[in-house]
């Protein structure tokens, strides 16, 4: 029990107590016999005490009281050292797996109750095949007590079993060869009432509404009856927290009914003890849910380009469509390419009003490869990015980022862009833009300091590799520096070459005005 302040757990404080089994005569006998070595028989003492809070022919959980009740039958002093002493019998109930024990928070009250989950204890073949107890009980009684107290719980087999030539066959009788149900017609009453008089639901899965919950009368009516999971699918209907795993899992993976039964009705769902395995359930579930959002994304891909097909011949027999203007703070630099075709204007009148299949026509004269059309369409129809944002997309990514020397186009980068950008809300042209500016900045700063970084390691490695040089040979002389004259270190500039330089810039300034009258 994890107490940091004692006085979180007093006498004053309330308790219930849970239990979902009953105690039998080899219960008792394991309680005495190994689990009381390991913990104590004062913590015994305390788990028969809890036991008996809820009656033997029932279970559930036992009237609300409070912890003054335990110290005063346990013969415990109500204060800081007997809490403290509960605290750590209850501890080593809990190490071993007997007791559990919740805090339940009521904000209403403001209040504190703890709750004593119970647990059965396990069977001398469950015991002896877990290995931290064993081991522990090896460690309290000895080697030689441990195998002795074995033999005391297992019975061995009649003479002449264990013999190779012995053949064991399962001849009984399977539920359905003897008795056959009415499933064609589903009570939902009986159904519902089954649910309330069953022990409290304890799942760690997050609350659902009643539309999202599965029922167990849904899969066995799916369920297929000759299925090796069969005997283990009927036994959901007594587990509300294995059913409470189904309806969290179908709900976060979009499953219906007949997916849950397609799953259940595979190896490897079930575990040899019969149990769900959840782990292995939700990774299948995940891996179709993936398959199906690709499937999905495919079906749409096809249906846009139907759609396309027939909004081209509509937009035959109508007009053209507006033509939006661009501001000349927002515009975009021409490419190399692109310069003898288009001016400025011209060209970010294109990327603002034409689609992105005419734009890439424009990047590639002779035809768009399949892998970038394939990329760009992903984009369109799956992102859903406007057609002025995938042209400012297609120029940062052909014209900016393909023009470097080692780029290439990749979907993985593709992705991260869009995903960026949709992060940022980029969606209108001059956001776009804005964006292209920044991220062409930050690139620009990157490869800077990358420059910076391969010549101070460039540096660094010759340095290095004359400190072993000079290791190596123990004759050799270092080298030393020479000191320099300050006329050759010296970086004043003389007049003719201020002259020369004002002459130069005079004759570009001329070059330019004569560009700009020719093209008014």
Same mark, same amino acid.
């Given at each position: 029990m994890?107490?940091k302040?004692l006085?979180h757990?007093?006498e004053?404080?309330?308790y219930c107590?849970?239990r979902?089994f009953?105690?039998?005569?080899?219960?008792e006998r394991m309680l005495s016999?190994?689990y009381?070595?390991l913990t104590?028989?004062?913590?015994i003492s305390? %788990?028969?005490?809890?036991c008996e809070?809820?009656e033997?022919?029932q279970v559930?959980y036992?009237p609300?009281e409070?912890?003054?009740?335990?110290?005063?039958t346990?013969?415990?002093?109500?204060?800081?050292?007997?809490?403290?002493?509960?605290?750590?019998?209850?501890s080593?109930?809990e190490?071993?797996?007997?007791?559990?024990?919740?805090?339940?928070?009521?904000?209403?009250q403001?209040?504190y109750i703890?709750?004593?989950?119970?647990?059965q204890?396990l069977?001398?073949?469950?015991?002896f095949?877990?290995q931290?107890?064993t081991l522990?009980?090896?460690?309290?009684m000895?080697k030689?007590a441990?195998l002795?107290?074995?033999?005391?719980?297992?019975?061995?087999?009649?003479d002449?079993?264990v013999?190779?030539?012995v053949?064991?066959?399962?001849?009984?009788?399977p539920?359905?060869d003897?008795?056959e149900?009415?499933?064609?017609?589903i009570d939902?009453?009986?159904?519902?009432?089954?649910t309330?008089v069953s022990?409290?639901q304890r799942?760690?899965?997050?609350?659902?509404?009643?539309?999202?919950l599965?029922?167990?009368?849904d899969?066995i009516?799916?369920?297929p009856?000759?299925?090796?999971?069969?005997?283990?699918v009927e036994k959901l209907?007594f587990l509300?927290?294995?059913m409470?795993v189904?309806s969290?899992?179908?709900?976060k993976?979009r499953?219906?009914?007949?997916d849950?039964?397609? =799953?259940?009705?595979?190896?490897?769902?079930?575990?040899a003890?019969g149990?769900?395995?959840?782990e292995?359930?939700q990774?299948?579930?995940?891996?179709?849910?993936?398959q199906g959002k690709?499937?999905q994304?495919e079906r749409?891909?096809?249906?846009?380009?139907?759609?396309?097909l027939?909004?081209?011949?509509?937009?035959e027999s109508?007009?053209?469509?507006?033509?939006?203007?661009v501001?000349?703070e927002y515009?975009l630099?021409?490419?190399?390419?692109?310069?003898?075709?288009c001016?400025?204007?011209? %060209?970010?009148?294109i990327?603002?009003?034409?689609?992105y299949?005419?734009?890439?026509? =424009?990047f590639?004269?002779?035809?768009?490869?399949?892998?970038v059309?394939d990329?760009f369409?992903?984009?369109?129809?799956?992102?859903k990015?406007?057609?002025?944002v995938?042209n400012?997309l297609?120029?940062?990514?052909?014209a900016i980022? =393909?023009?470097?020397?080692?780029?290439?186009?990749?979907?993985k980068?593709?992705d991260?862009?869009?995903?960026n950008?949709?992060?940022?809300q980029?969606?209108?042209?001059?956001?776009?833009?804005r964006y292209v500016?920044?991220?062409n900045k930050?690139?620009?700063?990157?490869s800077?300091?990358?420059?910076?970084?391969a010549?101070?390691?460039a540096?660094g490695?010759n340095?290095r590799?004359?400190?072993?040089?000079?290791?190596?040979?123990?004759?050799?002389?270092p080298?030393?520096?020479?000191v320099?004259?300050?006329?050759e270190?010296?970086?004043?500039v003389?007049?003719?070459?201020i002259a020369?330089a004002?002459?130069?810039?005079?004759?570009?300034?001329?070059?330019?005005?004569r560009?700009q009258?020719t093209n008014?």
């Amino acid at each position: 029990m994890r107490i940091k302040n004692l006085l979180h757990f007093t006498e004053n404080h309330r308790y219930c107590v849970y239990r979902e089994f009953g105690i039998g005569a080899l219960d008792e006998r394991m309680l005495s016999l190994v689990y009381q070595p390991l913990t104590g028989a004062f913590a015994i003492s305390v %788990y028969r005490l809890l036991c008996e809070h809820v009656e033997a022919q029932q279970v559930g959980y036992s009237p609300i009281e409070q912890q003054r009740r335990l110290f005063l039958t346990l013969g415990l002093e109500p204060g800081e050292h007997g809490r403290k002493f509960l605290v750590e019998q209850t501890s080593l109930l809990e190490a071993v797996g007997l007791l559990q024990t919740n805090r339940v928070y009521f904000p209403d009250q403001d209040d504190y109750i703890y709750e004593y989950e119970l647990q059965q204890p396990l069977s001398p073949s469950e015991f002896f095949r877990t290995q931290h107890l064993t081991l522990l009980l090896r460690d309290k009684m000895g080697k030689f007590a441990v195998l002795s107290l074995r033999e005391r719980f297992l019975a061995k087999e009649p003479d002449g079993w264990v013999d190779n030539t012995v053949q064991k066959e399962n001849i009984s009788q399977p539920f359905y060869d003897i008795f056959e149900l009415n499933t064609h017609v589903i009570d939902y009453e009986l159904e519902q009432a089954l649910t309330e008089v069953s022990a409290q639901q304890r799942s760690s899965q997050p609350k659902l509404s009643e539309d999202d919950l599965i029922n167990y009368a849904d899969i066995i009516r799916y369920f297929p009856r000759g299925s090796r999971n069969r005997i283990y699918v009927e036994k959901l209907r007594f587990l509300p927290e294995q059913m409470n795993v189904l309806s969290y899992i179908a709900y976060k993976y979009r499953l219906d009914i007949q997916d849950i039964c397609r =799953m259940l009705d595979e190896d490897g769902v079930f575990d040899a003890k019969g149990e769900l395995a959840e782990e292995e359930i939700q990774r299948r579930a995940n891996l179709q849910f993936r398959q199906g959002k690709k499937r999905q994304e495919e079906r749409q891909i096809h249906e846009a380009k139907v759609i396309s097909l027939r909004e081209e011949k509509k937009e035959e027999s109508q007009d053209l469509p507006v033509e939006y203007a661009v501001e000349m703070e927002y515009y975009l630099e021409v490419p190399r390419q692109f310069t003898s075709k288009c001016d400025i204007h011209q %060209y970010n009148t294109i990327l603002r009003n034409e689609p992105y299949t005419r734009v890439l026509e =424009m990047f590639y004269p002779g035809s768009v490869p399949n892998s970038v059309n394939d990329i760009f369409e992903h984009v369109d129809i799956n992102y859903k990015l406007s057609e002025e944002v995938v042209n400012v997309l297609i120029h940062y990514l052909l014209a900016i980022k =393909m023009s470097q020397p080692g780029e290439r186009l990749s979907s993985k980068f593709v992705d991260w862009v869009v995903t960026n950008m949709l992060n940022q809300q980029v969606d209108t042209y001059e956001k776009a833009v804005r964006y292209v500016r920044e991220q062409n900045k930050l690139d620009l700063k990157i490869s800077d300091q990358a420059k910076l970084q391969a010549k101070g390691g460039a540096t660094g490695g010759n340095k290095r590799t004359n400190t072993r040089t000079y290791n190596r040979s123990a004759n050799a002389k270092p080298e030393i520096p020479i000191v320099k004259s300050a006329r050759e270190g010296s970086s004043i500039v003389s007049d003719e070459e201020i002259a020369e330089a004002m002459r130069l810039a005079e004759q570009m300034q001329s070059g330019q005005d004569r560009v700009q009258k020719t093209n008014s």
